[in-house]
């Protein structure tokens, strides 16, 4: 398996614009996770899925932030408008689920600067 | 808001010494996990404890969970210059809450 896949890698974009994060998870894995990281905040959990119904997100920021899983392959994240303190890195995460032990595999992340 | 808080913030080390990383944390746990950050990368998860173990190891790696005193500890024996990373614990009650991390340099 390939592994937690993201896109892009980098992303830089102008205060305003629309920004769209892709997630790919492991095949066969049940649960995906969207975090981010800052050296102000550390690792944040945004939102995540279960079967790709969305269980938690109160870690959303505010309502620029959207999240959808619309199969079980694919998870995106949007943010409408982007704002400089929205730069981090984005990290997508999957895992299936073992009674209450699981790990989770983190993709590569997103490198998002907003100017 | 993060549950797990690892001490020290930064360790600094030569090749071949141990390196010790403190977890703390204040809730309930059904385990805690271990994982390591490369520069540039996504988080490895390296080990985990369950809630009713109190020492585990994996090639270099000792993890012990004091769960009277909400603690656990890594200890990376023997350690290499591609040990260099920043280290987290994360511990599980329902989901998957991560520390602020402890970034450790070994030096060759």
């Known amino acids: 398996d390939a592994g937690v896949i993201q896109s892009p890698r980098h992303e830089v974009t102008e205060m305003g614009q629309e920004v769209t994060l892709r997630c790919k998870p492991i095949?066969?894995?049940?649960?995906l996770f969207w975090y981010r990281q800052t050296m102000m905040r550390g690792l944040e959990l945004l939102i995540y899925f279960n079967n790709n119904v969305p269980i938690d997100d109160s870690g959303m920021p505010e309502d620029r932030f959207s999240a959808k899983m619309p199969n079980a392959s694919f998870s995106t994240l949007k943010i409408q408008p982007s704002e400089p303190r929205d730069s981090a890195v984005y990290f997508c995460?999957?895992?299936?689920?073992?009674?209450?032990?699981?790990?989770?595999?983190f993709g590569p992340g997103t490198r998002l600067t907003v100017t | 808001s993060q549950q797990g808080e690892e001490d020290p913030q930064a360790l600094s080390i030569q090749e071949g010494e141990n390196a010790t990383m403190n977890c703390s944390y204040k809730?309930?746990?059904?385990?805690l996990q271990w994982y390591r950050q490369n520069s540039g990368r996504g988080l490895v998860h390296l080990i985990l404890?369950?809630?009713?173990?109190r020492e585990k190891h994996s090639g270099r790696l000792r993890v012990t969970l004091d769960t009277s005193k909400k603690s656990s500890s890594l200890l990376i024996t023997a350690s290499r210059a591609a040990d260099t990373a920043s280290y987290f614990c994360a511990t599980e009650y329902g989901q998957l809450t991560f520390g602020s991390g402890t970034q450790l340099t070994v030096l060759p």
């Open positions: 809730t309930s746990i059904n385990n």
């Open positions: 404890i369950r809630s009713n173990e």
């Open positions: 995460a999957s895992t299936t689920r073992t009674g209450h032990i699981y790990e989770q595999y």
């Open positions: 095949s066969g894995h049940d649960y």
